[in-house]
């Protein structure tokens, strides 16, 4: 699925690389981890994006290549912490209903 696909639509995007980091907010929203050709391998939703950027920068699962491609960008949207949980499961619902399984980086379902 494209990351174009997803609705409301994250436009907001940085390389996933370490230069990068200092250009991600200190503020909640969900992401989404995508191939240079914009394919999701992960979807996800944080307090802190500026921190969970980082963080996945030294996850080797999430910088190492995968069988449907490597991360190269670090798409964001800022949200409302209270809706969070509601916009990733929604992201992800819109990923399921498509491909039938997960992104490849997301090892559990959205609680929600």
């Known amino acids: 699925m494209k990351i174009q696909e997803l ?3 994250p436009e907001a995007k940085v390389t996933f690389k370490l230069s990068s980091f200092k250009q991600v907010p200190k503020v909640a929203g ?3 981890l995508t191939t240079f050709e914009n394919n999701i391998l992960y979807i996800g939703l944080s307090d802190n994006l500026y921190s969970r950027f980082q963080q996945h920068l030294q996850n080797s699962e ?3 290549p995968t ?3 490597k991360v190269v960008w ?3 949207m800022e949200f409302n912490r209270t809706n969070l949980p509601k916009l990733e499961r929604t992201w992800i ?3 399921l209903a498509k491909h039938g399984t997960l992104p490849i980086l997301n090892k559990i379902n959205s609680p929600i």
């Open 7 to 9: 609705l409301p639509f």
């Open 74 to 76: 670090f798409y964001y």
């Open 93 to 95: 619902n819109s990923f």
């Open 30 to 32: 969900c992401y989404a």
């Open 62 to 64: 999430k910088v190492l």
């Open 67 to 69: 069988k449907d491609g």
